[in-house]
């Protein structure tokens, strides 16, 4: 991101937790066959480095960088790497504008729920194009935030989500990324030949899946940066967004509670 882009969520425990949550498996599912030991892989906007981790197991010996332009998350990431044992991962601190990497130095380029929150997406996909080697990948994922749905019917979930559309804008970026990625890759001069696009979602329904995901909005909708930049441009008060908080919570202890987060996907060969 560049000083003009604003990072919607920030990173606070509530959006870190989450992060944590996510792994090549349930995140990266349509770019792990095309991953083979040996490839050097590049993640960018890694945050905690939990995906970055996967990503690293499945090209071993490869060399695998992580990349993040906020100092704080790339010093956990570094430790979640030691603890876990893993080898072979470097973590820098970074631009995705301004990529600290010659050309054609990567096999594989990913970026995961970045794309939405830049003012100017294209340019960084041409970022990521650059520093992929002719013949590689670079892969995109993004959630959709108007095509997220859920089960009971909820006016205050309703409100969150106009809400967070409200915050994204005013900060210039896209919240329904998702749908659009195909024709940010297409405009950031791809190759439609090499274009493989797709879909996948997150889906939260048992038991604790649900309360984890209502527990973690809630925090989320009072005690994020998606909560200070809404105070701050006016767009909500501290009694709204507990009004928000409250609903979240109401949804998540219903037994049929039931949410989906749809995301776009982008396979595009260089």
Do not use: K
């Not at 349930?26 to 990503?55: E, M």
């Not at 005013?170 to 030949?193: I, K």
């Not at 509670?257 to 260089?270: K, P, S």
Request: charged share 20%; proline share 5%; with cysteine.
């Amino acid at each position: 991101m560049s000083i003009q882009d604003q990072y919607t969520h920030g990173h606070h425990e509530s959006v870190l937790r989450s992060h944590r949550w996510r792994t090549a498996e349930n995140s990266a599912a349509y770019l792990l066959p095309a991953l083979v030991p040996g490839q050097r892989l590049l993640d960018v906007g890694c945050g905690p480095g939990s995906i970055t981790i996967d990503l690293a197991a499945r090209v071993a010996p490869g060399e695998v960088v992580g990349l993040d332009r906020s100092e704080r998350v790339i010093h956990l990431a570094r430790a979640a790497a030691r603890e876990a044992g893993a080898t072979g991962i470097v973590f820098d601190v970074g631009d995705v504008y301004a990529l600290p990497y010659p050309d054609a130095s990567f096999d594989v380029v990913h970026a995961h729920q970045v794309l939405q929150h830049l003012v100017d997406p294209v340019a960084a996909l041409r970022e990521l194009r650059r520093v992929t080697r002719p013949g590689g990948l670079v892969a995109v994922r993004d959630a959709d935030y108007a095509a997220m749905t859920w089960y009971p019917e909820s006016p205050g979930l309703d409100d969150w989500l106009a809400l967070y559309h409200e915050v994204a804008a005013a900060n210039h970026a896209q919240a329904d990324a998702g749908r659009r990625l195909l024709s940010w890759v297409r405009e950031a001069g791809f190759d439609p030949a090499g274009i493989v696009p797709s879909s996948a979602a997150w889906c939260y329904a048992t038991p604790q899946d649900r309360t984890w995901w209502a527990d973690l909005w809630a925090e989320r909708s009072t005690s994020s940066d998606f909560a200070s930049q809404a105070i701050a441009r006016g767009l909500a008060d501290d009694v709204a967004l507990e009004n928000l908080a409250d609903a979240w919570r109401l949804w998540g202890a219903s037994e049929d509670a039931w949410f989906a987060v749809l995301h776009g996907e982008v396979l595009a060969r260089v």
